[in-house]
Structure formats: C-alpha cells, structure tokens
T-cell receptor, first 111, second 113 residues
Framework: GENVEQHPSTLSVQEGDSAVIKCTYS??????FPWYKQELGKRPQLIIDIRSNVGEKKDQRIAVTLNKTAKHFSLHITETQPEDSAVYFC??????????FGTGTRLKVLA | GAGVSQSPSNKVTEKGKDVELRCDPI?????LYWYRQSLGQGLEFLIY????????KSGLPSDRFSAERTGGSVSTLTIQRTQQEDSAVYLC???????????FGPGTRLTVL
C-alpha cells in the first residue's frame, strides 16, 4: 500500500547548524509533497511544499529537494534557531487527495 | 480570514459512549479531510470529502467510525461505542479543491477512560 518513510525520528543540532530530514514514498503517482511543522499542542502548519515538476524549492532558510526517480524528498533547514524546534512531518499525495504522512521528526535546536 | 475550526477542543468520555466531533472548514473550501494523531505518532488518514462526490472512507478503522458533511460545509465525525484505543487527537483539514494545500484545524483531543 501507500507508505511514506521518514528519517531520522529525532534530530538534535547546535544553533546555527543545518538540519536535514529525509522521506521516501512508495506511490509513484504522488505529485505533491508538503512539509508541516507542528509545535507542541498546536496544529500542523505548512512550511514549504514542492510539486513533481520541480526538483528544488527554497524559501529563506528552508529548502526542499525532490528526486522522482528515487522517490525521495528532503527538507533542509540552514542556520537553525531555537524556534525551529518542533516536530516536522513530510507527506505525499496525488494532488487534491488524502495525504500520506511520514511518522515525523522531532528536531531540537540546542542553544 | 478565519481558519479551520474544530469543537470541542477537548473531550473526555467513558468507554462505550458515543462522541461527535465537529469541523468547520475554511469558507469556500470544497475538500475536507479527517486525520487521527495518536500520542507521539504521525497523522493517519480517516476520511475525505470532495464537493458532492461520495466520500473516500478508506481510512476509517472500524464501522464504529462514521462522518457526515452537511451542505458541503460543516462536518461531523462520530465514534460509536468508544474504546480506549480511540484516544487521540482528531484533526480536520480543508483545501480549496483547486490547489493541493491542506489547512489544519487545532484538533479535538479525545480521551476515552
């Protein structure tokens, strides 16, 4: 069935360092890949997304890369700050359809 | 404008009771989704409504779970004869139906004693 694997499950980095989270999807028909940030007790918030016709997208300190052939995509956060600490979820979908979520990565940025 | 809202924010119930969870999507959004998030876990798809089409119920874990969407707007998720394993945060999301992005509500934290 459809599946999204996400690694690592936890990640600790020093403030100012970079963080990378990787996801692999199984459904080759997936064409939309959002990333959500969820702070404790809060709703998931979209931070960046990428569609299958693009290989990379950047928004300030956040970037996402997509390798359709290998069916994996990654989130890159540069110059991490304490407020980046949260749980990050990747997802894959076929456009306006259900998301298949990864299991989440708990990022801790150490001051 | 107003985002997705859900009520109640917290619900504590006894095993065997029925519960109803409500979701108000963003005005004009035709697509509505329900997900379940167990403690420390990812988000599990439950059900999807798109306009007037038949809902995709493929994620509902058992026949104790059902959902309705009235008038293409508000949705209610009903869990009958609740069990302790139903304890989780139930999240609703909506999208315009024209774009892929889903916007999430704050969730309802359900605790079954």
């Amino acid at each position: 069935g459809e599946n999204v694997e996400q690694h690592p499950s936890t990640l600790s980095v020093q403030e100012g360092d970079s963080a990378v989270i990787k996801c692999t999807y199984s459904d080759s028909a997936s064409n939309y890949f959002p990333w959500y940030k969820q702070e404790l007790g809060k709703r998931p918030q979209l931070i960046i997304d990428i569609r299958s016709n693009v290989g990379e997208k950047k928004d300030q300190r956040i970037a996402v890369t997509l390798n359709k052939t290998a069916k994996h995509f990654s989130l890159h956060i540069t110059e991490t700050q304490p407020e980046d600490s949260a749980v990050y979820f990747c997802a894959a979908s076929r456009g306006t359809y259900k998301y298949i979520f990864g299991t989440g990565t708990r990022l801790k940025v150490l001051a | 404008g107003a985002g997705v809202s859900q009520s109640p924010s917290n619900k504590v119930t006894e095993k065997g009771k029925d519960v109803e969870l409500r979701c108000d999507p963003i005005s004009g959004h035709t697509a509505l989704y329900w997900y379940r998030q167990s403690l420390g876990q990812g988000l599990e798809f439950l059900i999807y409504f798109q306009g007037n089409s038949a809902p995709d119920k493929s994620g509902l874990p058992s026949d104790r779970f059902s959902a309705e969407r009235t008038g293409g707007s508000v949705s209610t998720l009903t869990i009958q004869r609740t069990q302790q394993e139903d304890s989780a945060v139930y999240l609703c999301a909506s999208s315009s139906g024209m774009t892929d992005t889903q916007y999430f509500g704050p969730g309802t934290r359900l605790t079954v004693l």
